[in-house]
Nanobody, 127 residues
């Protein structure tokens, strides 16, 4: 059974940085090579929005326009962990951040196309 666990959330001032690890256990073959991993976020009263994703097999990445140039997604396949480095954080980045995995080589921007989800980690950007 695949399990996804996010961590690293917290409170940070505008302009600050956070790094969110996403640990994936129980992956097929013991590797992330067959998975696409995505990050989503959900602010209170809003829908869950796609933030970024990575195809762990070849490292190709995608970013939403709202985070492009500020966030970086990366994968350490030896540790079965994907990271979301968030820089130049803004108050509008405040949300619960979710990591998700799908059993296919390529990542997706759609919530419905992911098979496994973490419990979420709260990120609050406030002065």
């Amino acid at each position: 059974q695949v399990q996804v666990v996010e961590s690293g959330g917290g409170v940070v001032q505008p302009g600050g940085s956070l790094r969110l690890p996403c640990a994936v256990s129980g992956a097929s073959g013991g590797t992330l090579d067959y998975y696409g991993i995505g990050w989503f976020r959900q602010a209170p009263g809003k829908e869950r929005d796609w933030v970024s994703c990575i195809s762990a097999s070849d490292g190709s990445t995608l970013y939403s326009d709202s985070v492009k140039g500020r966030f970086t997604i990366s994968s350490d396949n030896a540790k079965n962990t994907v990271y979301l480095q968030m820089n130049s954080l803004k108050p509008e980045d405040t949300a619960v951040y979710y990591c998700a995995a799908r059993y296919t080589y390529y990542c997706s921007t759609y919530v419905s196309e992911y098979d496994y989800w973490g419990q979420g980690t709260q990120v609050t950007v406030s002065s």
